[in-house]
């Protein structure tokens, strides 16, 4: 099977899985913040909403990097993959509490918490609220220890093996030096600020090998909002991910 145009095909469908995933939460009510100024929010402020909320992003973010990735905006495109696993982090760390049942953990709960309180709109109400601390990753990445120990797989293999990718990405959304020097062309002497060509098909690749964490993210989802339909799509096109290269290295 030749994955790019499975892939392409794949991520062009992701927008009607999320979007149906959503439908129970929209429209969105209106919330007067002041003034003529209105946020919207979803209908319900519960934890399958933040898992929903997490997927459209990781959605929306798959898509534009593979627009970097086929422009040449080689960086830009890892800086947007870093965030799309982080999300899919933290939809599995959501999901994994409601599967589990009973009093999710309190990083869990802090997170669920944070994901619906709103932003301060002023530098004034930022300056008069006290500090938040926001829960970190490697809180939330305990979840997959916990769902890998009931597959009885190595769990800690696993995290080992995510905290590297999350650091080879995390280079890139803090200019790390090695990434600067990943747009400089040695074949015409200069820094490809505006795309660089030869490094396309390589980080297109990235992009393929995220979109598995992406389609999990939204099996998931699927699974405990009861949406058959999209849990149906996700897993059968997770299994052919399985079965197919590049996805089966890694």
Known sequence: MCVMPFARSLIEQLDGWVNALAAPLV?????SVGGDW????????????VMTGKCIRAVSGIRAALILADLGYVTECASLLRMVSDFC??????????RRGGEPTAAVRTFVDQYFTPKARTPEQLAATERTRYVNREELMKAELRLAEDARVDGENQRVVHRFINMAFDAYVHGAYETTMDLYDPHNGRFMTSGHPSKREEFVEFVFLKLHEVVVAIEFTAALTSNAEIFRLAREAR????ATEPWKRC
Do not use: C, W
Request: avoid cysteine.
């Open 239 to 242: 299994h052919t991910m399985d």
């Open 27 to 31: 429209p969105p009510r209106e919330v």
């Open 38 to 49: 209105i946020r919207l929010e979803f209908r319900e402020h519960i934890p399958h909403a």
């Open 89 to 98: 982090t933290e939809v599995t760390a959501v999901g994994e509490a409601i």
